[in-house]
C-alpha cells in the first residue's frame, strides 16, 4: 500500500513537471531573443539533458521562425512576422536569429534532430550567413546524416553562380564528412541508410538538366562500394540521368556505367538492363553474363540441395513451379547472349570489310589500269594481224611497248634490222 502511494506521488509530480515545462514553452516563446540565450544558459549550467535543451530551441525557433517548423517546407519560405518592414530588414533579422541558434545549440552529437538542423541550414543559405556558421550546421548534420529524410535534404540552391535547382555541392560535401568519421561513430546501419538516401536523392536531381556529369559522378562515388546492399537505387538514377541527358557521349556514358556492379543487381533490374537501350553494349552483356553467373551458382546450389538427404526441406524450398520459372528464365538469358554475340560478331566482321576495302583501294585502280591497258593493246594487235600494217601508223609509244611485252616484233621494225 505504501508503495502504491508513492508510485502515484511520483506519477503526479512527472505530470506536473511536465506540465511546468509545457507552459514554460510558451511563457518563453513570447520573451525576446536576449532572454532566452540568458535562459538557456542557466538551464545547461543546471545539468538538464541536452536533448531536452535542444527540444526547448527546436520548439522556440519554430515559434518565432516559421521557417523551421516541418509544414513551412511545402508552404514556401514565409516572413519572420507579418510587418510592415521592408524585405531587407526581415532578412537580417532572421540572419540574426539564426547565427543565435547556432551558438547556443548542445555540443552533443542527438541533441538536435537532423531535420530540424537541415531546416536552419536552408534557412542558413537563404538570408546568407556568415560561413562559420553554415560549416557548423554542416558538421552537425554529416555526424547524424543517416537520420535525414529525402525531402528536408532537397535544399534548394540559393548561390547564383550554382546553374542546379538543387545544392548538389552542399550533399556531396555532407556525404563525403560523413565516410569520413571513424568507424566507431559511424555503425554498418548508419552507412546503409546514407547510401539509400543518396540513391534516392540522385533520381530526383538527375531529372535537372543543368546537373553535370562530374556532380553526378562525385555524389554517386562519394560512398564506398560496399555501403549499397543492392544497386538497384542507383541503377535507377543513372537511368534517369541519361534519359533527362541524351546527349552524353558514348565514352561517357561507359564510364556512368562502371558504377554499377551488376552482381548486385537484382533480377527485376538487370531484365530492364538487359532491355535498355540507352547503356552502351558492354554494359547490357555484363549483365547478362553476371545474371547467368547467378543462376548457375544457383542451380548447382540447389542441385548439391536436391542430392542431400533431407529431401522433405528441399521440396518446401523449392516447387516445381519455381524451377520451371528458374529454367525458362535462364533460357532466355542464354538466347539473349547468343543474339548479342551474333551481333557483335556481325559488326566486327563489318568492320573488317571496311578497313580491307580503304586499304585495296589504291591497288585495285592500278590494276583496272594495267587491266584496260592489255586489252587496248590485245585490240590493236588483232588490228595488225588482219590489216597488215595499217594500223601501226596510229600506234603511241604505249601500244608499242605492250607488244613488245607479248615477244611480237613489228614487220617494219623487222624489215630494218635486216
Request: with cysteine; net charge positive; proline share 4%.
Amino acid at each position: 500500500m505504501k508503495r502504491q502511494t508513492m508510485s502515484e506521488s511520483a506519477a503526479s509530480q512527472g505530470k506536473t513537471s511536465q506540465f511546468a515545462a509545457e507552459c514554460w514553452f510558451d511563457d518563453a516563446c513570447i520573451l525576446d531573443m536576449d532572454y532566452f540565450v540568458k535562459t538557456i544558459a542557466g538551464i545547461k549550467a543546471k545539468g538538464v539533458r541536452p536533448d531536452l535543451v535542444g527540444s526547448i530551441i527546436a520548439h522556440y525557433a519554430s515559434k518565432w521562425l516559421p521557417d523551421l517548423s516541418g509544414d513551412a517546407i511545402d508552404k514556401g519560405l514565409t516572413n519572420f512576422v507579418e510587418s510592415p518592414e521592408s524585405v531587407t530588414a526581415s532578412w537580417m533579422k532572421k540572419r540574426f536569429f539564426v547565427e543565435t541558434l547556432v551558438g547556443i545549440l548542445p555540443p552533443e552529437k542527438d541533441s538536435i534532430p537532423c531535420n530540424f538542423l537541415l531546416r536552419l541550414l536552408r534557412t542558413a543559405n537563404m538570408v546568407g550567413v556568415e560561413p562559420t556558421y553554415r560549416a557548423e550546421l554542416e558538421r552537425r548534420i554529416s555526424w547524424q546524416l543517416d537520420q535525414a529524410s529525402l525531402k528536408e535534404l532537397m535544399i534548394p540552391s540559393f548561390s547564383h553562380t550554382c546553374g542546379t535547382l538543387l545544392d548538389v555541392e552542399l550533399v556531396i560535401r555532407l556525404v563525403k564528412r560523413f565516410v569520413q568519421m571513424d568507424d566507431v561513430t559511424k555503425t554498418g546501419a548508419a552507412l546503409i541508410k546514407v547510401a539509400k538516401l543518396v540513391d534516392c536523392y540522385l533520381a530526383e536531381a538527375a531529372v535537372d538538366a543543368n546537373l553535370s556529369l562530374s556532380e553526378f559522378v562525385a555524389l554517386a562515388g562519394a560512398l564506398p562500394c560496399h555501403a549499397r546492399i543492392t544497386d538497384d537505387g542507383l541503377y535507377r538514377s543513372i537511368d534517369t540521368y541519361l534519359k533527362a541527358h541524351p546527349g552524353v557521349p558514348k565514352q561517357e556514358r561507359k564510364g556512368l556505367c562502371r558504377l554499377i556492379d551488376s552482381r548486385k543487381l537484382s533480377p527485376e533490374a538487370s531484365l530492364h538492363a538487359a532491355q535498355n537501350e540507352r547503356l552502351p553494349v558492354r554494359a547490357v552483356i555484363q549483365v547478362l553474363f553476371s545474371e547467368q553467373s547467378k543462376l548457375n551458382r544457383h542451380n548447382d546450389w540447389s542441385g548439391s540441395f536436391t542430392r542431400s538427404p533431407n529431401s522433405g526441406l528441399e521440396a518446401r524450398c523449392h516447387s516445381k513451379r519455381e524451377m520451371n520459372a528458374q529454367q525458362t528464365e535462364i533460357r532466355k538469358l542464354r538466347e539473349d547472349v547468343l543474339r548479342l554475340q551474333s551481333q557483335c560478331h556481325a559488326m566486327q566482321v563489318q568492320m573488317e570489310r571496311m578497313v580491307e576495302k580503304k586499304k585495296g583501294f589504291f591497288k585495285w585502280k592500278k590494276l583496272g589500269i594495267v587491266h584496260s591497258l592489255k586489252s587496248v593493246g590485245e585490240k590493236i594487235e588483232e588490228e595488225g594481224d588482219g590489216h597488215g600494217d595499217i594500223g601501226y601508223g596510229r600506234q603511241t609509244p604505249t601500244d608499242m611497248k605492250t607488244k613488245l611485252v607479248k615477244g611480237k616484233t613489228p614487220a617494219r621494225w623487222r624489215r630494218s634490222m635486216s
